[in-house]
C-alpha cells in the first residue's frame, strides 16, 4: 500500500489460498506472483531496488541477488523446510547453493532449533532438515525441543530414539515427524489425550520401537526417574499392553476388586488411581466403557465420592458421555451449570444424578422430583 500499489490481488491470493498458515514469506511472495503478469512481477522488481526493502523476495526468488545477506539465506532455508526444494531458478546451480545454506547451518545449529517448531505441521520435515543438515543435527534438536516441553517424555523416548534411529526402516522420519506434530505442537502442557493419542499411533507404525518405550518407561518408573503421579505415567499405565491388548472386562475387574492388573506400574489401587484411571477414559471419550462402569452400583460408588471433589467441569465431561445415550429435550451440565452460577453447592444433585442414574431419565420433572428426595424442607425453600 505504501508504494502505491493495489492491495486487492495481495488480499485475494491470502484469502484463496490460506496464505495466513504459511511460515515461509517466500512461498506466500512465490504464491502471489502467481496472480500477476509479467509487466506487474517486473514493476515490483524495480520498486524492490529502488526502495532498498529489507527483505527482496522477488529478486530472491528469481535468484538476481549477487551475495546472499543473513536474512536471505534464513528465508532461502524456511523455503526449503516447506517446500523440500529451492525455488525453481536456483535448480542450475542447485548443489552449490544448498552448499552456501548447510554452510550458514553449520555455524550456527540453533537455527534450525529455531526454525523447526514454525514447520512442525509440514510434512516430510525431517527429511528436509537432514538435507540441510544431518540425521544427528535432527535428532539433537528434537530431543532438545521435547525436553522444553517436558522433561518426563525427553527422558523416556530419548534412548529408545537414540537405539532406533538406524533402523534402516525408520529412514522415513515417521516418528520424529510425529514427535513434532503432537507432542512438540501440541497444547503447552502436555495432557493425557495427547499422551495416550501418541501411544497408540507409536504401536500402529512399529511394534518394536512401542515395545522398547514401555521397557524403558517400566525402568524408569521402577527407579523413581519419573514420577507416578505425571501425565507420562498415566499414559503409560493406561496403554500398556497384556499380551498386545488389555481388554475392558480385565479393567472392570481392577476396579471392582481393587487388586492391580500385572502390567500396572501403580504402586497402590487407591481412589486417586482410580479417578485417575477413568479420567483418562473420559478424555478419550470411551462412551461405552463409562457407561458400563456408572451401570455397575459397587464401581460408581468407589469413583463417587472423587468426582464430587473434583472441578466442576470434570463432572460435565462425565455427564456429557452418560446422557449422550439416549437423546432428551434438557441437558443435565446445563442444569448443574445453573446450579453453581447461583452460588449453590452442586455436590447433592450431582449425586443424586449417579446414585440414581438420572442421566437416563427422559423427563426432567422426574428428575427434579428425584433430586428433591435429597433435600430436607429449608434447602428446598
Known sequence: DKLNLSTDNFFEAIIKK??????????????????????NIKELLD???????????????????????????????????????????????LSNQLQVLKSFIKSDQSILRYLIPEFNQTENISKAVVKLSSKSVLFKSVLSLLKDKNTDMHVLLKPPLEKFKDVAYSDDF?????????????PNTLNLTTSINFFKEIKQYSKELSAVIFEN?????????ISMRSVVAQALD???????????DEESYQLHNETLAVWSKSKSTDAEDAFDFIDSKIALKDYKFIRTIFENNHIKNKLLDQFIKAELTKK???????????AKSFSLTSILQDIDKLNLS????????????????????????????????????
Do not use: C, M
Open 18 to 39: 490460506k496464505l495466513w498458515k504459511e511460515p515461509s514469506a517466500l512461498v506466500v511472495y512465490e504464491r502471489f506472483l502467481g496472480y500477476l503478469d509479467a509487466d
Open 47 to 93: 520498486l524492490e531496488f529502488k526502495h532498498k526493502l529489507r527483505l527482496n523476495p522477488i529478486s530472491l526468488l528469481d535468484n538476481k541477488k549477487r551475495t546472499l545477506d543473513k536474512t536471505d539465506k534464513l528465508e532461502l532455508i524456511k523455503y526449503f523446510l516447506r517446500t523440500g526444494e529451492l525455488p525453481k531458478s536456483y535448480q542450475s546451480n
Open 174 to 186: 515417521y516418528v520424529l515427524d510425529l514427535i513434532l506434530k503432537r507432542l512438540i505442537n501440541g
Open 217 to 225: 518407561g517400566t525402568r524408569l518408573l521402577d527407579d523413581g526417574k
Open 238 to 248: 493406561f496403554y500398556h499392553k497384556k499380551e498386545d491388548r488389555i481388554s475392558e
Open 316 to 326: 460435565n465431561e462425565l455427564l456429557t458421555i452418560l446422557e449422550a445415550e439416549k
Open 346 to 381: 452442586t455436590d447433592n444433585f450431582f449425586e443424586a444424578i449417579i446414585k440414581k442414574k438420572l442421566w437416563k431419565e427422559p423427563s426432567a420433572l422426574v428428575v427434579y422430583e428425584r433430586f428433591l428426595g435429597y433435600l430436607d424442607a429449608d434447602n428446598i425453600k
